[in-house]
């Protein structure tokens, strides 16, 4: 069997009788409601987007609370759309990976049509009349952090926005500029209202969108090549709204783990691709059970009931302090740390490292004990139960098949929010010292241990991606396995408060982490005597 329309209506028995859950209504209706009266269009049809948001909806209209599907539009990497989403008739069976050791598969069919943002392709003039329907209420996004930049590292305009605004909206090509263009049809259409919606997973995602769209209504306007009145519509927000959100679900790339499971129900073509934008797509989607979505309640024409699917609308401020507990404590902290061992020690799941008792006592006090301390309770979210989950539920999962590997993506970029957040907070609080942090230095230590590209076998392995290799590896390069003088070389690296968020050796953490370094790198084994040693 192949996933497309007409097999999940001819085939509908043995579908389900090898447990695949079918969309429960009828599509063509569904898309011809959607298409008349749209209320939700989605840019980015990357993995997350199909195992959660689309999921989310996909479970509303099987419960019969909305009729009306969304839209999905891909403007960076258009053979996502060929590729994951055309062959197969906008399906996607989305594998729940449960802890409990159970896949639900489901067959997920809201997306009633996946649409390129291509000036050169027919989508984007339907993508334009969408826009300037009165019913849209929400335009979404995961587009990566990347996605929003309209300045590069270095605070220059890069060349390719630069052009765009000075053509202005009719011959944008660049990934705001083209969502700008589409925005101008809303405001000649009448000054629309819409709910311009980030879901990527960066601080503050709302803003980093409000400020490309200004920029963007800006430079148009001063260049005189769109009407003038766009720039105050952007800018009024009862008009357009950019709410802040945060995201929370695990969703890795596609696995074999999984594709083997569709090979072996008999689902043909289920392969999956790398794009030539690194894009992994398939048919399918894996990720786990737990998720969370919460959006500040801004939308100035209404909004799909998304709370009937588990979704948390509520004010910014509590989004905010959802997205730091998440971001700053209770998650990602512990998930890098593990990322940074995990390497070390020759690990390749992420779960597997959760059976080993030096690392989960090393999360755990981090999480508990160093970090949430310094929480606020959203009041929405318990931060204490939501750590729980992480460490008891979600990181355990041995049907995740996330690895230390991805999660050590770019971490010169994360540790400042990570953990620096958590120090400065130490430092402001009139009960705690920077001196009870003993484990979070041990996490630096261990990155610089780490960039050394040596496990704690001494055999080579290959770092993750990230863009701040070429800067810091050189810091450690010369140091040998068994030196015991580090300091004039790891200084540099720990004084960067751009890494770090703070000058380690100000708050007083420097010294300690070079110690530690100095114990991780004694000989072979030190990385685990060293953890014995001080997580116990
Ligand atoms: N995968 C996960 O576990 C989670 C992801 N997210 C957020 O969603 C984002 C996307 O994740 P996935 O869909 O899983 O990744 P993916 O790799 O499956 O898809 C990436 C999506 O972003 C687009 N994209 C990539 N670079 C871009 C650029 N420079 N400009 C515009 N668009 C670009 C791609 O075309 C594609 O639509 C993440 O960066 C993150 O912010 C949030 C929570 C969990
Ligand atoms: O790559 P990062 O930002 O460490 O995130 C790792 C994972 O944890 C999450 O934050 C969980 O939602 C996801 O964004 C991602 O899958």
């Known amino acids: 069997m192949k996933l497309n329309q007409r097999s999940i209506l001819e085939n509908a028995a043995a579908w389900e009788k090898l447990g695949y859950s079918l969309p429960k209504y009828d599509r063509e209706q569904v898309k011809k409601n959607t298409l008349a009266n749209p209320n939700w269009i989605h840019f980015g049809a990357g993995n997350i987007f199909r195992a959660f948001q689309a999921n989310v909806l996909n479970n509303l209209l099987n419960e019969k609370k909305t009729d009306i599907g969304l839209l999905v539009a891909e403007g960076f990497d258009y053979e996502i759309i060929d590729k994951a989403f055309k062959s ?4 996607t069976i989305y594998m729940k990976l449960c802890c409990n050791g159970t896949v639900e598969k489901n067959i997920v069919g809201s997306v009633v049509e996946s649409l390129r943002v291509d000036p050169e392709n027919s989508d984007y003039e339907t993508l334009k009349e969408l826009f300037r329907k009165p019913s849209l209420q929400m335009v979404s996004f995961t587009i990566t952090e990347k996605g929003y930049a309209v300045v590069d590292g270095n605070g220059n305009t890069p060349a390719g926005i630069e052009a765009d605004f000075k053509v202005g909206p009719d011959k944008a090509t660049s990934y705001m500029g083209k969502v700008c263009a589409m925005l101008y049809e809303r405001f000649k259409a009448g000054a629309l209202p819409v709910a311009m919606v980030s879901m990527d997973n960066c601080s503050h995602n709302g803003d980093k969108l409000k400020a490309a769209v200004v920029a963007f209504a800006k430079n148009w306007c001063d260049n005189n090549v769109c009407d003038k009145g766009f720039l105050a519509y952007v800018e009024d927000e009862k008009k357009v709204s950019f709410p802040w959100s945060m995201i929370d679900k695990i969703t890795p790339r596609p696995a074999d783990s999984v594709m083997d499971m569709l090979v072996k129900d008999g689902i043909e073509d289920v392969d999956f691709v790398k794009t030539s934008k690194n894009t992994f797509v398939a048919p399918f989607v894996n990720a786990e059970e737990a998720e969370y979505l919460v959006i500040e309640d801004s939308f100035p024409n209404g909004r799909p009931k998304l709370e009937e699917g588990g979704v948390m609308f509520t004010k910014r401020e509590v989004v905010d302090m959802v997205e730091r507990m998440k971001v700053c404590t209770c998650l990602n902290p512990l998930h890098t740390a593990l990322a940074i061992y995990g390497c ?20 755990k006090t981090i999480g508990y004990k160093e970090g949430l301390p310094v929480v ?27 690895t230390p590997q991805r999660i050590a993506c770019d971490t010169s970029q994360k540790l400042a929010i990570r953990f620096g ?34 496990d704690d076998n001494l055999n080579k392995f290959e770092l993750s991606p990230d863009p701040l290799l070429e800067k810091v590896v050189p810091m450690v390069e010369d140091i040998k396995i068994g030196d015991t003088d580090v300091h ?12 770090f968020g703070v000058n380690l050796y ?19 084994g030190a990385v685990r005597e060293t953890l014995k040693k001080y997580v116990g």
């Open 88 to 91: 197969f008739d906008d399906l």
């Open 488 to 499: 004039s070389r790891l200084e540099k690296l720990f004084s960067d408060a751009s890494i």
């Open 344 to 363: 070390l020690l020759g690990y390749e799941k992420i779960s597997d490292e959760m059976k080993d008792s030096e690392l989960t006592k090393l999360i």
């Open 506 to 524: 100000e708050v007083g953490l420097g010294e300690l982490s070079e110690n530690y370094f100095v114990e991780l790198i004694a000989g072979k």
């Open 376 to 402: 606020t309770d959203p009041g929405i979210i318990n931060p204490k139960e939501f750590i729980d989950t992480v460490v008891e539920v979600r990181l355990p999962n041995p049907f995740m098949p996330d």
């Open 421 to 454: 957040e958590t120090i400065k907070a130490y430092e402001k609080s009139e009960n705690l010292k920077v001196s009870d942090l003993k484990l979070i230095p041990l996490v630096f230590a261990g990155w610089a241990r780490y960039l050394m590209g040596i």
